[in-house]
């Protein structure tokens, strides 16, 4: 079975500043792995996802994750923040049986 | 292209009650998820149908949940008694198939309170 954990919970950070949500995960088997992004009060969006390949995805909205094998993570950056970037962010692992785990999600604050 | 639909968005019931919720997914999607959010945790998924037929239930409670896909489309779930710790939001999505690398579509949930 699957298992995702979000490190911080929530994570602070001032406009134009460079951020890095982390997520790791654990899997007995090859995983696939997603962000998605929920604004209040709506459902969840995908900002990227890894299948194979490059280790470095890139996403919407500038976001960007690293994929890397040997540290089970799948951390989440985005070097200039902006105020609408305020949202919880979910990592989400999907591999035996294709079910979606999802981490407990950390809240991004964006202040001016 | 129209998104995953949900209603209502918000509902209040006293425990032991009953309630029901709906959803519409995205056209073509074969795929069709139930999941529960509590309150400061992710996601959980309830039940998976691929057409209109169970793919997974195994994290639904059978006693009280229940949910249906007639003719593939459309799905309910119901609860029925609901207990105090089942409010949460309750979220539906969908996908074009079921493969674990398919993109999960979401809709804005229904939030459910029990007093």
């Known amino acids: 079975a699957q298992s995702v954990t979000q490190l911080d919970s929530q994570v602070p950070v001032f406009e134009e500043a460079p951020v890095e949500l982390r997520c790791n995960y654990s899997?007995?088997?090859?995983?696939?792995l997603f962000w998605y992004v929920q604004y209040p009060n709506q459902g969840l969006q995908l900002l990227l996802k890894?299948?194979?390949?490059?280790?470095l995805v890139k996403g919407i909205n500038g976001f960007e994750a690293e994929f890397n094998k040997s540290q089970t993570s799948f951390h989440l950056r985005k070097p200039s923040v902006h105020i609408s970037d305020t949202a919880e962010y979910f990592c989400?692992?999907?591999?035996?049986?294709?079910?979606?785990?999802f981490g407990a999600g950390t809240i991004l604050r964006v202040k001016s | 292209e129209a998104g995953v639909a949900q209603s209502p968005r918000y509902k209040i019931i006293e425990k032991r009650q009953s309630v029901a919720f709906w959803c519409n997914p995205i056209?073509?999607?074969?795929?069709l998820y139930w999941y529960q959010q509590i309150l400061g945790q992710g996601p959980k998924l309830l039940i998976q149908?691929?057409?209109?037929?169970?793919?997974?239930d195994s994290q639904l409670p059978k006693d009280r949940f229940s949910a249906e896909r007639l003719k593939g489309v459309d799905s309910t779930l119901k609860i029925q008694p609901a207990k105090l710790e089942d409010s949460a939001v309750y979220l539906c999505a969908s996908s074009l198939t079921s493969g674990g690398d398919n993109e999960q579509f979401f809709g804005p949930g229904t939030r459910l309170t029990v007093l």
């Open positions: 890894y299948l194979s390949g490059s280790t």
């Open positions: 056209s073509g999607h074969a795929t």
């Open positions: 899997s007995s088997v090859s995983v696939y």
């Open positions: 149908f691929q057409n209109n037929g169970v793919v997974d």
């Open positions: 989400a692992v999907s591999g035996d049986g294709n079910k979606l785990v």
